[in-house]
């Protein structure tokens, strides 16, 4: 095993694996998201609150974004 000059082991960088919860934000948007899809409809925000952070936790807690859009090179 490698040390470093003070004699500590390396430090191993976290694989891409690691499950992150969604932060508020992200919840926040998929709400909106909810909101839109019933064209503004009424509704209750809390459920659509709660909704969007079990879909997002159900994806193992990775955020479903639509990717951004390319632009066209003038």
Same mark, same amino acid.
Not at 17 to 43: C, F, V
Not at 44 to 49: A, I, K, R, T, Y
């Given at each position: 095993?490698?040390?470093?000059?003070?004699? /500590?082991?390396?430090?191993?960088?976290?694989?891409?694996?690691?499950?992150?919860?969604?932060?508020?934000?992200?919840?926040?948007?998929?709400?909106?998201?909810?909101?839109?899809?019933?064209?503004?409809?009424?509704?209750? /925000?809390?459920?659509?609150?709660?909704?969007?952070?079990?879909?997002?936790?159900?994806?193992?807690?990775?955020?479903?974004?639509?990717?951004?859009?390319?632009?066209?090179?003038?």
């Amino acid at each position: 095993m490698a040390t470093t000059k003070n004699g /500590s082991s390396p430090k191993v960088a976290k694989s891409g694996t690691a499950r992150k919860s969604p932060g508020p934000e992200d919840i926040a948007l998929r709400a909106y998201q909810i909101y839109l899809e019933r064209n503004g409809a009424p509704g209750n /925000s809390f459920d659509d609150w709660t909704r969007a952070e079990r879909e997002l936790l159900a994806t193992n807690g990775k955020p479903r974004r639509k990717p951004a859009a390319k632009s066209k090179a003038a």
